[in-house]
């Protein structure tokens, strides 16, 4: 399983020394790892508040699941060249996904073809960091890919805790115990074809994490796109 991994010489022993650290730095509770799958392609659906989220998720995860890791990021913010794409890199396996369709390309080509290649996929359906705190509408991206491989199994995630170790518009990372919760394997269905069952099977994932996270569900969240990142 090569399609994806990083093969730059800092990628056999940088994400070591990287959990590592993470776990020292911010002291990870972790809830319902049993429900993390020992083989196979699975997604990891989970909120997203930190920059610091895909980190501690990686960070946690036992490594099996940490040998096939993909992260799904924004396009348009780790894909431009620079010091921010060489970590993702080699820190996560990062895959870029579009957050519009300029270009005509399909913006999830690159997550579909990880599953289909049997990767762990991280995705955040929400498509952005959240700047409250609260699990805000899913796009329905994970749905379609619900769709387009049926069985899958999703991991609802909820990450409680990042948005104090790297809130939105900071860099520098500051030491604050978080949470993560794994929840059961999800099922769902949707048609291939019907893009309103994709919408129901992602606000199926964010109720599941929602319930995960301990907060109220929130009402009349109308998502407007398919991508996510």
Known sequence: MSLYRSRHVAARFAPTLFRLF???YVRPRVEGIEHIPREGAFIIAANH?????TAVIYS???REARERFVAAAAQDYFFQGGVMQFLSRILFNAIPVARDRRGGQDPLRHAARALREGYVLLLYPEGTRSKTGEIGPFRSGVGRLIAEFPGTPVIPTYVGGTNRVMPKGKVVPRPYRVTVRFGEPLYLKAHPK????WQTAADEVRDAIIQLSGMDVAHNLNPVSEQDS
């Open 22 to 24: 993470v776990r020292l």
């Open 49 to 53: 508040t930190s920059h610091a989220d």
């Open 60 to 62: 946690v995860l036992p």
């Open 194 to 197: 019907l893009r309103a069952t």
